[in-house]
């Protein structure tokens, strides 16, 4: 059973240990990994039991609406995601306070294509703005990112504002020409129906060349 300390975790702890950081594109000045992220206060994890505690939902809602979720149906979630094995949300933890101050969902695709290959999405990004300057947006996508290589994704994909493209761009991510909307059809209400997002799909090859870093 895979477990953080006393907790269960969403996914295996040891898979974080098992990332090799020289294999991303992105640079960080100074070096941090997952293991190491710079500050012995700072902690790199799954997901976790307790983390309703520890203010998750309060940390998404800096990214989107999130609703008035109850622990129970916070832990019910947590236990459906678990159970589908697909699901491998990543959190920061500021363990001076018991806060998460970062997250990133990775998403297996399982499909037929590419051999039956795996597809991973990244989704839901989000880092505390009182934690500028400490390279964690960089280091939560590259973290989520190098997990889908270790786990065996094709391809990496994610939705992003325009103004993200150059920082995505720095971490490997690229457009691709002809391919470069998303669309989607909504179902949280009769206002958005059916709309066309106009953020950007940008997309990763596992075994992407390294870029140069701009900054």
């Known amino acids: 059973m895979s477990r953080e300390g006393d907790e269960l975790a969403l996914y295996d702890p040891k898979l974080l240990h098992e990332l090799e950081f020289w294999r991303s594109p992105a640079k960080f000045n100074p070096p941090i990994t997952a293991i190491a992220p710079g500050e012995t206060w ?114 990496m994909s994610l939705d992003c504002k325009d103004h993200l493209i150059p920082f995505y761009e720095t971490l490997g991510y690229v457009l691709e020409p002809g391919n470069s909307n998303a669309m989607n059809i909504r179902f949280d209400g009769a206002k958005e129906a059916t709309t066309r997002d106009r953020s950007v799909t940008m997309s990763i090859a596992a075994n992407a060349t390294n870029p140069v870093d701009p900054s």
Do not use: W
């Open 42 to 155: 700072m902690k790199v994890r799954p997901l976790q039991e307790g983390d309703y505690d520890r203010g998750f939902l309060e940390l998404l809602s800096q990214l989107t609406k999130v609703g008035n979720i109850t622990k129970a149906q916070f832990l019910m979630k947590f236990a459906q995601m678990r159970a589908s094995g697909g699901y491998y949300v990543t959190v920061i933890e500021d363990t001076r306070i018991n806060r998460l101050i970062g997250s990133a969902t990775l998403v297996l695709e399982h499909k037929f294509i590419h051999g039956c290959s795996v597809r991973g999405r990244l989704e839901d990004v989000v880092v505390n703005n009182t934690y500028r300057g400490k390279q964690l947006g960089k280091l939560i996508v590259v973290t989520v990112n190098l997990l889908a290589q270790h786990l065996g994704c094709y391809k």
